[in-house]
């Protein structure tokens, strides 16, 4: 009977034990009752068992010094990559700094200003547009009629006689003429 045990135990250790195997089975070896040639074979298997859960653990950090270096030489790429483009865009504005210099973006904000200027004295000329103190006194004149303080001219009841029309028609063909001149002058 002690022959089938030691047959069992060393079969058990050499034959099924790995590095996956659990403690709880050899804890079930030990306690049939191993003899002692078997425990130092029981002893060196638990040895090359740490030993193999040490080289797993080193392993298992080596793969993740080797995923953090991957990851920290995918970042610099990138940042390689953002550094590239900073110096494509500073160069292209260094370009448009040659063609372009500060004197003349304001030379040429200053003829538009000019001309919005220029463009506003035309476009007041043709409406015809009042001063604020013309405006002041037109508001004036209306609010003294509306008030009734003002004696308005009566209205004529007849009909009042057609215009020529042929000098109406000279008259007006005179005016733009008189008016580009004195723009002129």
């Known amino acids: 009977m002690a022959e089938k045990r030691t047959a069992a135990f060393t079969g058990a250790y050499l034959g099924t034990f790995s590095a996956s195997s659990s403690y709880c089975e050899l804890r079930r070896i030990f ?53 590239d483009g900073l110096r494509v865009g500073n160069e292209c504005l260094k370009k448009m700094h040659e063609v372009m210099s500060i004197e003349e973006v304001e030379r040429i904000l200053d003829e538009t200003q000019d001309a919005v200027e220029y463009q506003q004295q035309i476009d007041e000329m043709l409406s015809g547009s009042f001063s604020q103190e013309d405006e002041e006194a037109v508001l004036a004149e209306l609010e003294a009629i509306t008030q ?38």
């Open 31 to 83: 306690s049939r009752g191993a003899p002692s040639s078997s425990a130092r074979k029981a002893l060196l298997l638990l040895k090359k068992r740490r030993y193999q859960d040490q080289l797993l653990d080193k392993t298992d950090n080596q793969i993740s010094n080797l995923e953090r270096m991957v990851q920290d030489l995918e970042f610099a790429q990138i940042e390689k990559k953002v550094i």
């Open 148 to 185: 009734g303080d003002v004696q308005l001219p009566d209205v004529p009841s007849h009909r009042l006689p057609d215009a020529p029309e042929a000098a109406g028609d000279q008259a007006a063909r005179d005016r733009p003429k008189k008016t580009a001149e004195l723009l002129a002058a």
